[in-house]
């Protein structure tokens, strides 16, 4: 597959990152809540994964993900970007994981799913999620811009955990028109930079052997996955929907699509990384 080897020009795919809130509503200093993920970069493999629970277990999955599993891949050099639930589907749960390159996903896996950690959970785990397979491969459109890396949720700063709502726009693109189909995209995405939204990440499929076949990923692609973090409900339904449905529109009409885009709205997770921060960081520059 054509790897988007002529790079989207003007897309940020870093986020803004605000200030956490203190327990008395003043903001902590940003810098030292940056300086601390640092070190926390340059993942240039990102699975895009989406399960299915079981009826009425989706809470309990949520639990046992961010009590359990979030540090444990940090530990082993990956990286649990966010997780989330997904709206209007009440049994699904989605995540993101960060690898630095291909070479470390199957490295990584291996320690983790034949690791203690896991050996000691999977049986209630997997017991709630008959469906895991669900999963995009992908990379960032721009090596140099891959998705931030959020301060992890702070107990006593945010007491009522993450904030904010994330989307996901997935585009089906027809094999062999990747970069045309980006240039379309270009001036659509821009449109996105409104306030209230910050850009998390422009992400394209990475086609190459599955090198962890114990994980399924899916082999339908290629796909072109933008990911923003909205502050609010308002933001969302004034301002973001109405630009969303007219750049689906437009990049429809286009034909290098395989089918319509899909908007997924999520909600993240007490623990996820990737939320809302209040305050008045920037974002990465293009």
């Known amino acids: 597959m ?6 989207l020009p003007g897309i940020v795919a870093g986020i803004a990152l605000g200030a956490a809130m203190s327990a008395h509503g003043k903001p902590a200093n940003e810098a030292p809540m940056m300086e601390g ?6 993942y240039q493999v990102v699975e895009f994964r989406r399960y299915v629970t079981a009826d ?3 809470p309990h999955f949520v639990k046992y993900f961010d009590a359990y599993f979030p540090e444990a891949f940090e530990q082993l050099g990956a990286m649990v970007f966010g997780q989330f639930t ?6 699904r749960f989605t995540w993101l994981r960060g690898f630095h390159d291909i070479n470390a996903r199957p490295i990584v896996n291996a320690a983790f799913y034949y690791g203690p950690l896991w050996k000691e959970h999977r049986i209630k785990v997997n017991a709630i999620l008959p469906d895991s397979d669900n999963v995009m491969l992908l990379r960032p459109l721009h090596p140099e811009h891959g998705i931030s890396v959020l301060p992890a949720v702070d ?3 945010e007491e009522r955990g993450a904030q904010g709502i994330v989307v996901a726009q997935i585009f089906a693109v027809k094999k062999g028109s990747e970069e045309a189909f980006a240039k379309q995209a270009e001036a659509a995405f821009d449109a996105y930079r409104i306030e209230g939204v910050h850009p998390a990440g422009v992400l394209v499929s990475l086609d190459v052997p599955n090198n962890f076949p114990q994980l399924p990923i899916r082999t339908d692609g290629p796909f072109l996955v933008w990911l923003g973090v909205l502050r609010d409900e308002a933001t969302l339904e004034r301002r973001l929907a109405p630009i969303l449905t007219s750049a689906e529109r437009s990049l429809t009409a286009g034909g290098l699509l395989r089918g319509a885009p899909e908007r997924v709205v999520m909600d993240p997770t007490p623990r996820s990384r990737l939320r809302w921060l209040a305050g008045t960081g ?4 293009p």
């Open 37 to 42: 993920v640092q070190h926390l970069k340059d």
């Open 56 to 58: 009425g277990e989706l």
């Open 86 to 91: 997904e709206r209007g589907r009440p049994n």
């Open 282 to 285: 920037a974002g990465v520059s």
């Open 2 to 7: 054509n790897h988007f080897k002529r790079l």
């Open 155 to 157: 107990p006593v700063t």
